[in-house]
Structures are given as structure tokens and as C-alpha cells.
């Protein structure tokens, strides 16, 4: 249940919206005729969002009591941690959630050696379902057909390399525009570019192509449980959400991006495994098709943010999480102990969690180091010395 008095709270949520004001920075951003970046949006993110976000908890004495391990941040994609050069301050101890768990690696160092890295903790941090609304939820369930009425094999449309000059190494979406050139839709294979009815589509296909993107996840795959579309990711690096609650296996496919296509010398896709597998299960094995779409369609509640049923809601499966975390995370930090005499002041003050702020020592390597840091200034209702 939720409390207002933070003494009592176990969890706190930061409620930041940083999309929703990047989004609203961003559209003075640039001008309008050609596009043109007038503003750098990295530093009126770092100005407006996250300079205040951490103005805010420097100043909180409940997230410094516990080193901030009982805040709950929420992302909506692997943006956010990529353009807050503070992120490192708070992703060693606080609760990330974000549908993304691997974030590209765009104007970083490391990106002499990998493209992503993880932005998530396995160990305490959540993956969480992308957002669909109400109204598209709705409109895909209505259009959900029933296994043996479905006449489409599989079915995927977005943006490619040949179309888009930014999934210009999407090398998978590439090996499928090969793979329906090859097979067409004659044999069931719908893929292509942007169409006005793609969740017809997904609702009369058996199987919904889930490929990476300009970064590995994309909210395709969360979509097709209210589409009854058997999700088959084709993102190596795809975490997806809730993968220890739930049993992914009985309702998707995740299959290597390596085996979509065998290529032939000269271009084109000449075979597919991919494929074979699932017009042989569509053919072969009805039961089996039929089960796998049955279980996703039961376990849909769980990726739509809107479900009433108390059981079964992505919150329902975050509240868990959560309680599993508490119990095996310790409920206080100690900074000082033994040392009554020296902060018993600041603790009649309501100040003893500041105490930090206060330090001397400033950690160095070269003379010409920075001394002066500001997360290392007591917030100024704290800056006098507590009175006797």
C-alpha cells in the first residue's frame, strides 16, 4: 500500500518524467525548416532534468539514510542512462526500471570494443514491459483471430536499411526483407515496410517477427500478446521483461540472429531454418501451435498496464519483485557508529544523514585535480551548525 509518511515507506518512487521533458525541451531544439540542432539536447537534458533531479536528493535525508538503495527510478528506454553523465552516482545501490536492460554505447569509450552495454542490474534492478495504450490494446484484441482462421505464416513491417539511413547495420530487418522477397506472400510470409493495417496483420498471423533495431529491444514484442501473434525475437541481446516469473519458453521463440538466412553468393536469402521451423509447427504440429498461442494469450495481463485483475498486472509482478528485494537487501546503511558523542547534535537536528556532505577529504590523483564538487555542499537548510 502506498503511505505519505516516509518514515513508514519500505520503497521510494522518484517520479522524474524525464521523457516527458525531454520531449518538451527538444522542440526548441532544432528549427523546423531543415531540422538543424540550434541547442546541444544532452546539455539542456543535464540542465533542466538532471542537475534538479539531483539538487532534489541531496537535499532528501531519506535517500542519504540508506545510500538511496530504497529508491525506485523509472526509464522508459536506455536514453535516459545514456545522456545522464551522473547515472554511475546512483546504479550501484537504487532500483532502475526500464523496459531496456542493454543500452547502446553511442559516443562512449567503450565503444572501441562492444555497441551495448548493460544499463540494468540483473541482481535489483527490474525489466518492465514497453507501454501500449488502452485504445491499441483494444483494437488488437478485437482483430485477434482464432488459430485455424489464420492465414499468414508470420508478419513484419518497419523500417530497414534500404529504408532508413540510421538501420543502416540492422543487418537482421535486411535478412528479413531477403527472406520475404524469397518466400513472398504466397507462402505466408508478410514482410516489408510501413502499412496502414499492421495489426490486422499481426491478428491473422500465426507468428510476429520481433528483430532488433537501433538498439536491441523494441515494444513489437509486448504488442503481439494482445495480437494472439506468437512473439519470435530476433534480438541476441534482448532482455525481456519479467524472464524469472514467467515461462517465455511456453509462448515465444527467441531464435539466434545468425540462423535467420542462409545467404547466397551473389545476395538474397537461399534457405531458411527460421522458416522451416515454423511452417513445420503451423503444419505439423497444430496442438502445439495452439497451446503456445493459448498461453500468451493468458499471460497478456501481465504486459498491459491498464489490466484491473489484482493477480495478474505488471504491477502485481513488480510488487513482488520488490518484496523479494527488501528481504534480502539490509534495511539500513551505517556511515558512523560508535561516534554518539560527536553526532548526537545532528541527530536532534534531523541532520545526521548530511553528516557526508561534510567531509574534508577531497580523493585526488593529480595536483591539478577539481577539489570542488557540488553534490559535496550540505543542502542549505543544513549548512549552519545544528544549535544546542
Not at 221 to 244: K, M, N, Q, R, T
Request: net charge negative.
Amino acid at each position: 500500500c502506498n503511505t505519505r509518511n516516509p518514515q513508514l515507506a519500505d520503497w521510494f518512487y522518484v517520479p522524474m518524467y524525464a521523457t516527458c521533458q525531454y520531449v518538451k525541451l527538444n522542440e526548441n531544439a532544432s528549427k523546423d525548416e531543415n531540422e538543424e540542432q540550434v541547442v546541444n539536447m544532452d546539455y539542456l537534458s543535464r540542465t533542466y532534468i538532471w542537475e534538479p533531479l539531483l539538487d532534489f536528493l541531496k537535499a532528501s535525508p531519506y535517500y542519504h539514510r540508506n545510500d538511496g538503495r530504497d529508491h525506485i527510478f523509472l526509464f522508459v528506454d536506455g536514453q535516459g542512462p545514456r545522456i545522464w553523465d551522473s547515472y554511475d552516482m546512483l546504479r550501484s545501490e537504487s532500483v532502475f526500471m526500464s523496459p531496456e536492460s542493454r543500452c547502446p554505447t553511442w559516443n562512449e569509450p567503450m565503444r572501441r570494443y562492444v555497441d551495448v552495454k548493460p544499463c540494468l542490474s540483473t541482481w535489483k534492478d527490474i525489466v518492465i514491459p514497453g507501454h501500449t495504450d488502452y485504445a491499441r490494446i483494444q483494437y488488437m484484441k478485437t482483430h485477434n483471430k482464432l488459430a485455424a482462421n489464420r492465414r499468414l505464416l508470420m508478419t513484419f513491417h518497419g523500417r530497414a536499411p534500404d529504408s532508413h539511413s540510421a538501420y543502416g547495420d540492422c543487418a537482421v530487418r535486411g535478412q528479413l526483407m531477403e527472406l520475404g522477397k524469397h518466400h513472398g506472400i504466397e507462402e505466408g510470409v508478410d514482410i516489408g515496410g510501413f502499412v496502414g493495417d499492421y495489426l490486422e496483420r499481426k491478428g491473422d498471423s500465426h507468428f510476429c517477427l520481433v528483430p532488433a533495431g537501433t538498439s536491441p529491444w523494441t515494444n513489437h514484442l509486448y504488442e503481439s500478446f494482445h495480437a494472439g501473434c506468437i512473439p519470435v525475437i530476433l534480438s541476441d541481446e534482448y532482455h525481456v521483461a519479467f524472464l524469472e516469473e514467467l515461462p517465455w519458453d511456453e509462448f515465444s521463440i527467441k531464435w539466434p540472429e545468425s540462423r535467420i538466412c542462409e545467404s547466397r553468393p551473389e545476395g538474397g536469402c537461399a534457405a531458411s531454418k527460421l522458416y522451416d521451423y515454423l511452417s513445420n509447427m503451423v503444419l505439423n504440429e497444430p496442438g502445439r501451435l495452439w497451446k503456445m498461442k493459448n498461453t500468451l494469450e493468458k499471460h497478456s495481463c501481465y504486459f498491459n498496464w491498464y489490466s484491473t485483475d489484482p493477480v495478474c498486472s505488471p504491477y502485481r509482478l513488480i510488487q513482488d519483485r520488490l518484496l523479494r528485494l527488501q528481504r534480502s537487501r539490509p534495511s539500513r546503511s551505517k556511515r558512523f557508529w560508535n561516534a554518539a558523542d560527536a553526532i548526537h547534535k545532528d541527530a536532534e537536528a534531523g541532520a545526521e544523514h548530511f553528516l557526508h556532505l561534510h567531509r574534508l577529504t577531497r580523493f585526488k590523483h593529480f595536483e591539478n585535480d577539481s577539489s570542488t564538487f557540488s553534490w559535496l555542499q550540505a543542502p542549505s537548510s543544513m549548512q549552519e551548525s545544528p544549535k544546542k
